[in-house]
């Protein structure tokens, strides 16, 4: 499968802490995303890396991408109660038609 | 507010029932997907439209059905479905490109707010 795979599955903090959220794919990639979706309802695209970036700066936050561990972090900084929804991380594949995404973290913030 | 409208928010049907989700954009997009969602699991692709022709079809039954009218208009056409179709259904939209090789886009995705699907 080409979906990648998030952890945690599910992450608890208190407001004001950071939340650290992890994805790993399976094959080469042109880019990376990362959606927000709050519960019931549709998904926000939240940021996009490219295949030749390190490291995206958004607001409070920030994703990393390391093409030679396949792998990606979303890192919520100073988080919120309202920051409490479910992220997942997407892959584009066959010219950008074919987006797959992985499980996803639940993300809970305490206020 | 998503610029993504799907209708209707929540829809109940029997199994041998026929009905149809419907979903509109107007930012220009030229690609339209159907995804369906199971609750606490991650989108599944179910059809792709690139400039109103279905480009990808993830091997889905054919009691589901898409439609693309026109560029702004994507349908899905449903008929004896099955209680275990219930899910959430997102309609999505990307920008793409042109090339002389073909269509390709960053897959960014726009998402409307789901049509919630129970089968009895």
């Known amino acids: 499968s080409q979906q990648g795979e998030e952890d945690p599955q599910a992450l608890s903090i208190q407001e004001g802490e950071n939340a650290t959220m992890n994805c790993s794919y399976k094959?080469?990639?042109?880019?990376l995303q990362w959606y927000r979706q709050n519960s019931g309802r549709g998904l926000v695209h939240l940021i996009l890396?490219?295949?030749?970036?390190r490291e995206k700066h958004s607001g409070r936050l920030r994703v990393t991408l390391d093409t030679s561990k396949k792998s990606s972090s979303l890192l919520i900084t100073a988080s919120r109660a309202a920051d409490t929804a479910s992220y997942f991380c997407?892959?584009?594949?066959?010219?950008?038609?074919?987006?797959?995404f992985g499980a996803g973290t639940r993300l809970f913030v305490k206020a | 507010d998503t610029e993504v409208t799907q209708t209707p928010k929540h829809l109940v049907m029997g199994m041998t029932n026929k009905k149809s989700l419907k979903c509109e954009q107007h930012?220009?997009?030229?690609?339209m997907y159907w995804y369906k969602q199971k609750a606490k699991k991650p989108p599944e692709l179910m059809f792709v439209?690139?400039?109103?022709?279905?480009?990808i079809n993830e091997s889905v039954p054919s009691r589901f059905s898409p439609e693309c009218p026109n560029s702004s208009l994507l349908n899905l056409h449903l008929h004896a479905l099955q209680p275990e179709d219930s899910a959430l259904y997102l309609c999505?939209?990307?920008?793409?490109?042109?090339?002389?090789?073909?269509?390709?886009?960053?897959?960014?995705?726009?998402f409307g707010e789901g049509s919630r699907l129970t089968v009895l």
């Open positions: 999505a939209s990307s920008q793409e490109r042109l090339w002389t090789s073909g269509a390709t886009n960053t897959g960014e995705l726009f």
């Open positions: 094959t080469s990639i042109n880019n």
């Open positions: 890396i490219r295949s030749n970036e």
């Open positions: 997407a892959a584009p594949y066959t010219g950008g038609f074919k987006t797959i």
């Open positions: 930012m220009g997009h030229r690609a």
């Open positions: 439209y690139s400039y109103e022709k279905l480009s």
